[in-house]
Every structure is written in C-alpha cells, then in structure tokens.
C-alpha cells in the first residue's frame, strides 16, 4: 500500500491562491510555469535545490504585470523589501532565468513560498490562445491548455511522475505537457541560436523532466521536434547527465534539426534522423526503443 502523503504539492496551495485572486479580483490572464508545471503536466520530480517545492512561477502578458502586483497584493501577497533572507534577493538562485517581479507569503522564511513573476515575451510569445478566455473542462487535442483541477485532462500521479490533480484548490490554469514540452523545446533552440551556444540550464533543468517512457516519441509535437524528442527519449541515461546529453543533442545537431517551414517526415524518416542524432553525441549506448 502506498504511503499516505498530502495529495498537492506544497506549491499547489500558492499557485491556486495567486490563481483565484488573478482571475476573481483583476480578471488577469495568467500561465502557470516552471517545477510545478511541469510536475502537474506529468515530469518527474527529480530532486534539484535550483527548481524547489516552496516557490511557483507564473507567466503574465507584459502589459499586465505592474497590474496582476497590485492585484496580488491586495489579495494578501507581500512584496518583498529585499529581506536580508529573501533567498532571491541576488536573482533567482542557480543558472536560471531571472524574475520580472516576486512577492511572498509569509514574513516568516519557513512558512513562505515565494510567487515569481515572468514577462510572457521572454519565455513563450506565442502561446496559441493558451492564456485566453476559456471553458474550465476544455476538450479536445487542439487546445493547449489544461487546469490544474480537471482530472480527465492532468495526467494521473505514477510513482514519481507527475503530481495528479490537486484536489480541493481553486483551478490552476497550465499547459498541456505537450505544449509545456514544445515551449520548452522552443527556448532551447532560441537561447541556442542567440547567445552564441549558450543553453540556459533552467530549461534543460524543466526539460529533462519530460523524458519519460510515458512520454514516447509520439507523443503529440510539431514535425520539426519528431525527430529531436525522439532522439531525447532515446536512450537510458542516468539522471544527473541527462542535461547534458539533452545539450548535447542540440549543440551537435542543430542544423539537422527541420526549419518550422520545412516538409513533415514520415515515421522511418523521422527514426532515422533521431538515430543519427543519438549517434553524434557520446551517449551512444543503452538504446531503449531505436
Ligand atoms: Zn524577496
């Protein structure tokens, strides 16, 4: 019989407070990002001190971020006066992205859980409708988005992938892990192609999460990521060199990887080139489905 354990990440309750007082008293649009998207879209919960469980991400449209500060703190979010013990008071620890804003929830460090705030354009442009006003039961492959209470569309919790559900919170709107893996995807390759080779680790960090046996090669992507996920997901690599293999992937492959415009591939095609992929980077053994 499985432990008993609280049903919700710790995080759940902040981000389902900030949720509910985002929509009911600002009317603000919002995405849930970072560790806790990922764990609700179904990414393992690998241990990193870099991504911990007292903290939750947003993304808000730029233009609604001084707003959704004010909303936030009218609803009984604390803004933080560079504490001597803000633990982000010199960035966001880690090789990670810097906030655009970050409140708190208690004056107390061990009963806080920190809120950070992103700039939508700095991470996913373009989100495809993802952030717009929709049904909380959305249905159907098409729509990117998913809430966090909705247990027809969160994957279940299996063992330590993903969080299921979060019961008895106010609904957390987020991306759907194909989506959440695609966005992923698409700041690699633009940190990749603009800062001269350069991948920031929080990507690779959230990323590395989504390689999974449940997440197979066909799981739903554009064509230009077929063959990239497929290579990703390619091989049994132990947990503290998955980053680097995902790097590794990208920055020996990057040419091959197909332009947004380029024609679909058919499935042998799209094995093969994650094939060779693979066999451009040095974790050339341990194949798991190639
Ligand atoms: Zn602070």
Sequence with gaps: MEPLRDPNPKAAHTAAMAAHILESFGRIPYLLWGHLAVRLAGGRDLSNPHLPDNECSFIIVDADLKRAVQVLMSGGFLQCTVRWQCRYRLGVPGARLTHDAHLH????????????????????????????????????????????????????????????????????????????????????????????????????????????PAYPPT????????????????????????????????????????????????????????????????FVNDGRWL
């Design 105 to 212: 929830t208690s004056e107390r460090e061990e009963h806080d859980t920190c809120l950070l705030l992103y700039n939508q354009s700095r991470i996913i442009p373009d989100l495809n409708g993802a952030m717009g006003p929709g049904p909380r039961s959305p249905h159907g492959p098409l729509v990117p988005y998913m809430f966090s209470s909705d247990p027809n569309t969160v994957p279940p919790r299996d063992e330590d992938r993903g969080s299921g559900y979060w019961r008895g919170l106010w609904p957390v709107r987020a991306l759907k892990p194909n989506v959440l893996t695609v966005a992923l995807l698409d700041c690699v390759l633009r940190d990749y192609a603009t800062q001269g080779g350069q991948i920031l680790g929080e990507w690779l960090a959230l990323l590395v999460r989504m390689i999974e």
């Design 219 to 282: 799981m739903r992507l554009p064509p230009r990521y077929r063959a990239l996920w497929r290579a990703c997901n390619s091989r049994v690599v132990d947990d503290e060199w998955q980053a680097t293999f995902l790097a590794q992937l990208v920055c020996r492959n990057y040419e091959y990887i197909p332009r947004p415009d380029e024609e679909e591939e058919n499935d042998d095609d799209v094995a093969r080139r994650a094939n060779f992929m693979v066999s451009r980077t040095q």
